[in-house]
């Protein structure tokens, strides 16, 4: 049976860029806008880790080290 030609597809699917690099395919699926919101929240999530983990040890180390004059 055939198939009526307004049904017939007449162009090719897929990309229609072509891809030479990984960052070109990495763009392809990141914005510009997705990947400042990925910074934004890793600088975020890395700040609280460092106030919670580092700052800490680096302030009683000080009390210590005054603690001797």
């Known amino acids: 049976s055939r198939t009526a030609a ?4 007449k162009k090719t699917s897929g990309p229609t860029i ?3 690099t990984i960052l070109d395919a ?5 914005t510009n ?8 929240h890793t600088n975020l999530y890395a700040k ?5 983990k580092i700052r800490p040890r680096q302030d009683s180390y000080n009390i210590r080290s005054d603690s001797h004059f």
């Not at 307004?6 to 597809?9: D, E, G, I, L, Q």
């Not at 806008?33 to 934004?40: G, S």
């Open 48 to 52: 609280r880790y460092y106030d919670k």
């Open 26 to 30: 990495f763009k392809l699926f990141f």
């Open 33 to 40: 806008e997705m990947l400042e919101q990925i910074v934004l």
């Open 18 to 20: 072509k891809i030479q």
């Open 6 to 9: 307004a049904n017939v597809m």
